[in-house]
T-cell receptor
Framework: AQSVTQLDSHVSVSEGTPVLLRCNYS??????LFWYVQHPNKGLQLLLK??????LVKGINGFEAEFKKSETSFHLTKPSAHMSDAAEYFC???????????FGAGTRLFVKA | DSGVTQTPKHLITATGQRVTLRCSPR?????VYWYQQSLDQGLQFLIQ???????AKGNILERFSAQQFPDLHSELNLSSLELGDSALYFC????????????FGPGTRLTVT
């Protein structure tokens, strides 16, 4: 069985400060893990993915995530937040063959000026 | 622009009716995925097609069905609509399978009155 938990429903940071969005997963298989971003009234855009290669994954717009098997975590980070980062972020776990693609509940990121 | 197109953008219909949502994947992508996003259920995977064949099924109701045509476009049919079916329906496409990036369309917003 697979599941994904985003530990914070809302995160608020000031512009220029670091961002940390937390995601824990559970999977019976070696999962593929993804982070997507959704801006208001827009579709979802892939930020980065982990597919059993390097554990530190770099994505677009300065985001990165680290796969930690021992902690079953895949937290998303960015060193310095920008106003344009304000959006909803989804952590996704997907098993082999695309079965049971599961989205986390989402974390809404607020960026204060 | 992800290259995935969805029509219509908005749809308003009455309970008990049937609607069809259409998705055209990115050029070269063989897999199409359908998702439902609602306030109470979040983002849920409905179904995946690969090169015309059903590949994986998620939380899709029996009142819903989908198909992928030889030209690889896909349609999601929703029948006997209920108020609770009001949601944003996303289509995504990928080259092949679960470890590949999925590119999301802009969504169809369905309102059932």
């Amino acid at each position: 069985a697979q599941s994904v938990t985003q530990l914070d429903s809302h995160v608020s940071v000031s512009e220029g400060t670091p961002v940390l969005l937390r995601c824990n997963y559970s999977s019976s298989y070696s999962p593929s893990l993804f982070w997507y971003v959704q801006h208001p009234n827009k579709g979802l855009q892939l930020l980065l993915k982990y597919t059993s290669a390097a554990t530190l994954v770099k994505g677009i717009n300065g985001f990165e995530a680290e796969f930690k098997k021992s902690e079953t975590s895949f937290h998303l980070t960015k060193p310095s937040a920008h106003m344009s980062d304000a959006a909803e972020y989804f952590c996704v776990v997907r098993g082999p063959g695309g079965f049971k693609t599961i989205f986390g509940a989402g974390t809404r990121l607020f960026v204060k000026a | 622009d992800s290259g995935v197109t969805q029509t219509p953008k908005h749809l308003i219909t009455a309970t008990g009716q049937r609607v069809t949502l259409r998705c055209s994947p990115r050029s070269g992508d063989l897999s199409v995925y359908w998702y439902q996003q609602s306030l109470d259920q979040g983002l849920q995977f409905l179904i995946q097609y690969y090169n015309g064949e059903e590949r994986a099924k998620g939380n899709i109701l029996e009142r819903f069905s989908a198909q992928q045509f030889p030209d690889l476009h896909s349609e999601l049919n929703l029948s006997s609509l209920e108020l609770g079916d009001s949601a944003l329906y996303f289509c995504a496409s990928s080259v092949v399978g679960s470890s590949d990036e999925q590119y999301f369309g802009p969504g169809t917003r369905l309102t059932v009155t």
